[in-house]
Nanobody
Framework: QVQLVESGGGLVQPGGSLRLSCAASGFTLDYYAIGWFRQAPGKEREGVSCISSSDGSTYYADSVKGRFTISRDNAKNTVYLQMNSLKPEDTAVYYC?????????????????WGQGTQVTVSS
């Protein structure tokens, strides 16, 4: 069964950090570009960060650049999103998604598999 499972979300104070994990089962992530997306209540899903399957090229939304870092460990079939200096506006459900091939996309429509999401809440 093909599955992506996110973990690592939770409640954190402003300025704090979280590391999200996206673990794949039923397929290997080696051949998939991975994107992290988030959706806050009443807002559209937005691309946060992406990483290619081949050359490790990455994308970051302007709102998270310099604070978030995406990485992948193909041996563990897992992709991570390290989130530092969190702000209340980062509060959202975070999803990971896999797109077959080397290129990443910020358009959610290009992704083949999605996780169920993990809640991140930044509040004092």
């Amino acid at each position: 069964q093909v599955q992506l499972v996110e973990s690592g979300g939770g409640l954190v104070q402003p300025g704090g950090s979280l590391r999200l994990s996206c673990a794949a089962s039923g397929f290997t992530l080696d051949y998939y570009a991975i994107g992290w997306f988030r959706q806050a209540p009443g807002k559209e899903r937005e691309g946060v960060s992406c990483i290619s399957s081949s050359d490790g090229s990455t994308y970051y939304a302007d709102s998270v650049k310099g604070r978030f870092t995406i990485s992948r460990d193909n041996a563990k079939n897992t992709v991570y999103l390290q989130m530092n200096s969190l702000k209340p506006e980062d509060t959202a459900v975070y999803y990971c998604a896999a797109s077959y091939g080397s290129s990443w996309y910020i358009d959610p429509g290009w992704y083949d598999y999605w996780g169920q999401g993990t809640q991140v809440t930044v509040s004092s």
